[in-house]
């Protein structure tokens, strides 16, 4: 039995876990805490569903880290594979665990897929023909509307602007009241089992390299507006495999969204290359892997693998240590101990 573990569920993040649900018909989704017995396999998306399978002894474990981020919020040591979403996130683990690291690509539900004709998929949808810049609900909050919309009235070239409020009905207020004051052409969009429809319409999603939107909108084949902060790292990845544009801080956004805009087919065609298509059943495939491999219970770092043979006395002493005392030189060392006393013995007599 191939279970998932996911205390996230309910948040933003559960659209990972539900992508690798959605693929597989032999794959069951369980909250943290739920029986494991006869589960052969657990994929964790937290550490505390990762813990929860090492506790019940589940033969397989798999840690999924679906950002571009290596924070899991808890220990990798229990997972037998980890799974990543880019190379970069790899090399930036610790490098005790690089070994067990394997790069699946971007995760999500299939209703995030990009269309074949994105502008057909536009019109469909009831907007025009412009392109499409995506604004994810934690940038709302994180920029505040006032300064967000300043910027993206600043934006040269027309564009229509989708806004993903989540499931926050004051975000969603705030939207409608603020937005026609900017004359901006918009429109915005809950949280929703097939809300991955409306991502598909974007040619650009603004957003910072940690967030759940990157994965997302790579998944939907748009390019990408960063800003900059958190891991700088992660940030030069995404630019440097051709999929953002960087804002170094928010007063220059609008400049980094028309320079997307201007490379939106290039950012596209990038982002459809990572072919996130296919990460759910990279993924499947290593927890196959997994299974068929004999293994031992996953160590902590620093405990012996094995039988680890103890160096013995000879070799443990570095070669240009004082050698012991041979018996010629403890013999010389009483001859002087001896004519010491003797001439102590002489000048007591004087």
Excluded: C, N
């Excluded at 990543?84 to 299939?110: F, I, Y």
């Excluded at 009905?169 to 004359?183: C, G, K, L, S």
């Amino acid at each position: 039995m191939i279970t998932i573990l996911d205390t996230l569920a309910g948040s933003p993040d559960g659209l990972f876990s539900a992508a690798l649900a959605e693929a597989s018909d032999a794959v069951a989704r369980r909250p943290d805490g739920a029986l494991l017995d006869g589960v052969e396999l657990v994929y964790a998306f937290d550490a505390a569903s990762l813990e929860h399978a090492a506790r019940a002894r589940v033969p397989s474990r798999i840690a999924v880290l679906p950002r571009f981020d290596t924070r899991f919020g808890g220990e990798l040591d229990a997972a037998h594979g980890i799974a990543v979403v880019h190379e970069r996130v790899r090399d930036a683990l610790p490098s005790h665990l690089r070994a067990r690291a394997h790069v699946v690509g971007p995760l999500a539900p299939p209703s995030f897929a990009p269309r074949a004709d994105r502008r057909a998929a536009r019109r469909a949808a009831g907007l025009d023909e412009r392109p499409v810049v995506l604004v994810p609900a934690p940038l709302l909050e994180s920029l505040g509307a006032t300064t967000l919309l300043l910027q993206l009235d600043l934006v040269g070239a027309e564009a229509t602007y989708l806004f993903d409020v989540g499931m926050d009905v004051e975000a969603a207020e705030a939207i409608r009241r603020v937005v026609p004051t900017h004359d901006l052409d918009a429109a915005l969009f809950a949280r929703e089992a097939e809300s991955g429809r409306h991502w598909a319409l974007a040619d650009v999603v603004l957003g910072q390299a940690r967030g759940e939107e990157v994965p997302l909108a790579l998944a939907s084949g748009a390019g990408l507006v960063l800003l900059r902060g958190g891991d700088r790292s992660m940030t030069d990845a995404l630019v440097a495999a051709d999929v953002a544009v960087v804002a170094e801080v928010p007063s220059v956004l609008a400049v980094a969204i028309d320079e997307a805009l201007g490379r939106a087919d290039t950012l596209s065609a990038a982002a459809r290359a990572m072919d996130a298509a296919g990460s759910a059943a990279r993924l499947l495939a290593l927890g196959d892997e997994l299974r068929a491999r004999p293994r031992t219970a996953a160590l902590p770092a620093g405990l012996p693998r094995g039988l680890e043979r103890i160096a013995r006395v000879e070799a443990h002493f570095e070669r240009d240590a004082e050698p012991l005392p041979t018996a010629s030189a403890r013999d010389d060392e009483g001859d002087i101990d001896r004519e010491l006393e003797a001439l102590k013995r002489k000048l007591g007599q004087l």
